[in-house]
Each structure stands twice: as C-alpha cells, then as structure tokens.
C-alpha cells in the first residue's frame, strides 16, 4: 500500500497558529506607526505655517492677515479659513488656529484679520 503524501490537519492547525501570532505581535507595531506618522505631519504643517508667518512679517513689513498667511504657506492642500489656516492632512481637514494679538488669546475671526501668533493644530 502505498503512502500518499500531504499535510495532516493538526499540521496544517499549526502554522495556522503560528501565523495568527506572528500577525498580533505585528498590527499594534503597525498602528503605533500610523498615528506616529499623523503627529509628524501634523506637526509640519504646524511649523510651516509658522514659517510662512515669519517670511510673511520679513516681506511685508507687517502682520499678514489670514489671506496673505495662506499664500505665504502656499501648497493645494492649504485654505485660509475665518479662525486659521486650514491644511489636508491624508484627506482629513486640520486648522493652524491663528490670533489676531501676539499672546495667543483673541482669535482671529474674518479673513481680512491681521495674525499676530499661531497656534496649535486641531
């Protein structure tokens, strides 16, 4: 009688155990690196709002307003909205919130606002 060759279940059961492990060690690595990479772009979009701030005060010799912040940031995912400066981040919608003082405490509220501090990104 001959032997047929192939795997038995309990085989098979096997690597299927071994590969169920190997993926739960890997997904929370795997997440834990996307909500990294969002906090980094984040905070790139924050800073380069900010820069934009210091090259708009540096060219025009005064506080921009939100219009003029958001052409000094430039890119196709920037839009100056009535409270900040509003960046795409991986197609979600974030705003640099921007105040009209430079304390930080009197948000802006109409595009024509001039912007005397930037904040955080929401």
Known sequence: MKKEAGFTLIELVAVLV????LGAMAVPR??????????AAKNGSLAGVRAGHA???ADLRTLPTVSQLATYVGGPNIT???T????KINKQ????LTYTDTTCTTP???LTDL????????
């Open 115 to 122: 912007v005397g501090c930037i904040g955080t990104i929401q």
């Open 30 to 39: 795997f997440v834990d690196v996307t909500g990294q990479a969002l906090t």
């Open 18 to 21: 071994i590969l169920a492990l």
């Open 80 to 82: 100056p909205l009535a």
């Open 55 to 57: 090259m708009a005060i």
């Open 108 to 110: 802006t509220a109409a």
């Open 93 to 96: 919608n974030y705003t640099v």
């Open 84 to 87: 900040g400066i509003q960046v």
